[in-house]
Each structure stands twice: as structure tokens, then as C-alpha cells.
Nanobody
Framework: VQLQASGGGLVQTGGSLRLSCTAS????????MGWFRQTPGKDREFVAR????????YYADSVKGRFIISRDNARNTVSLQMNGLKHKDTALYYC?????????????????WGQGTLVTVSS
């Protein structure tokens, strides 16, 4: 399984960005795909996850109502639309995949990780 994340950048407070994660490997129909973020000196923080099979989504309270996770089956891509960005959203964002999920908001539940993509929100 390989995951390729893209879409990070610099945006002003209140702006929007769309992150994408392209997955390659086995069929992902049974997988859970997640987005996490990390800032220096802190643990990786759960952002959102989606079940590839039915699109069921779950969000961290800190992003609920602002971020939307979605998947495109034809393109094997999971996206994270980030709206109403705040300075505290600044972080390195990672996409992840789990073939079997325990707690979907825990980083250790995920088997595969993409490289991070940096999101910087200027205040």
C-alpha cells in the first residue's frame, strides 16, 4: 500500500484548502482512511476518517463543521476539504490507511502512512 498526500500550502485565516491522498495497492473497499496532523513536539492528532466501503465519516470535535472528508472510488483518492481555517490548524497533515480498524481516532490503529503535507495558516 502506498499513500501520496498533496495539497498543503499557505493560507490566511478563514481560508480554505483541499488535501488529497491517492492510494495504490490492493482493493481498498474494506479499508478505513484517516487524516491526522502533527505539530513539533506533539503527538499525531486525529482529524477525520472515512470508511471506504460506505463513506461513513467521523471527525474530531476541533474540526467538525469546518472540514469534510470524502472519497473517490474511481480515482482511489481520499480528500479533506478544509474550510474556515484557523491558525491552530497549522500542522503537517498525514493520510493513513487501516485494513482492520480498532479505534479509528488513534494513530496506532493505522497500518500505512503517507508522507506529510504542510498546512500553514497565517493569523
Amino acid at each position: 500500500v502506498q499513500l501520496q498526500a498533496s495539497g498543503g500550502g499557505l493560507v490566511q485565516t478563514g481560508g480554505s484548502l483541499r488535501l488529497s491522498c491517492t492510494a495504490s495497492g490492493p482493493p481498498f473497499s474494506g479499508y478505513v482512511m484517516g487524516w491526522f496532523r502533527q505539530t513539533p513536539g506533539k503527538d499525531r492528532e486525529f482529524v477525520a476518517r472515512i470508511k471506504w466501503s460506505n463513506g461513513n465519516a467521523y471527525y474530531a470535535d476541533s474540526v467538525k463543521g469546518r472540514f469534510i472528508i470524502s472519497r473517490d472510488n474511481a480515482r482511489n483518492t481520499v480528500s479533506l476539504q478544509m474550510n474556515g481555517l484557523k491558525h491552530k490548524d497549522t500542522a503537517l497533515y498525514y493520510c493513513a490507511a487501516a485494513s482492520r480498524i480498532g479505534q479509528s481516532d488513534v494513530a496506532s490503529s493505522y497500518d500505512y502512512w503517507g508522507q506529510g503535507t504542510l498546512v500553514t495558516v497565517s493569523s
